[in-house]
């Protein structure tokens, strides 16, 4: 399948711009742009540099050339082959404590991207623990959320996410162990459709943050991991295994390994 980026972009503008009032207040569509999340970094910057409150906006980027993933990872980002977008969220966005909010942000981002998958494939999207989405247990998008604090104690979430579009028809996927939109329905959805219904499912999931108990049964419900599934996880430089031990009352990630039960805030699965 021949691409034509210029094609495309102009296409999504259009389409856009044509959609704007079911879409978020403040959208950004990019070209191209180096990372959408160093993008939104150096705008909310620029915030604090002038003593201005940040406000809510979404960065939608057709190419990037140094998309980034976790733990330093480069991140495929052809143009047309995926939408690679931020979220600028200031916290706290709701009324409860900060904690509370830091804790179930990271974990409603994933039900927002995962629930907006399954509806464009109309079919299951899953999560992978911590971030990645998975239909069929190949991987379709991925999500990097990063913190930026004022001098005075304002802080703001940089909520960066990739989808796969089109990669795989015609062209080589990012790994032997993806899949994009169009493989999964067979055609080709509206960039534009992909984007409102992104934007839209983050937005209301974002409106529970500081919610515990709505936030670990959304999380749970999307949750590829079932109790005692034989899983290995990274930590630093640990690898870990053991059985799946369920999530804990702040999103955290149990494992009962040969030494005990551990529980693990950060880490990467490397088998699931």
Known sequence: MTVDPCRDFDQLASELRSRFRRLPENVVLMDTVDSTNRFVKSLVDRFF????????????????????????????????????????QPLPVGQGPLEDELGTLPLLVGVGVC????????????????????????????????TVAGSDGEMVAVIGFGVNYDFGAGTELPTPVSTSLVLETGAQPSRAVVVERLAGSLERELGHCGDLDYTLDAYRACTVHREGDEISCRVGDETLAGQFAGFDQGGRFRLRTAFGLRTIASGEIIEA
């Open 49 to 88: 540099e002038e003593a201005a409150t940040p406000r809510p906006a979404f960065v939608v980027a057709h190419e990037q050339t140094a998309g980034r993933g976790r733990q330093g990872r480069s991140w495929v980002s052809s143009a047309g082959r995926g939408l690679y977008c931020t979220w600028l």
């Open 115 to 146: 629930r907006a998958v399954a509806t464009l494939i109309d079919g299951e999207a899953l999560l992978k623990w911590p971030n990645d989405v998975l239909v069929g247990g190949r991987k379709i998008a991925g999500i990097l959320i990063e």
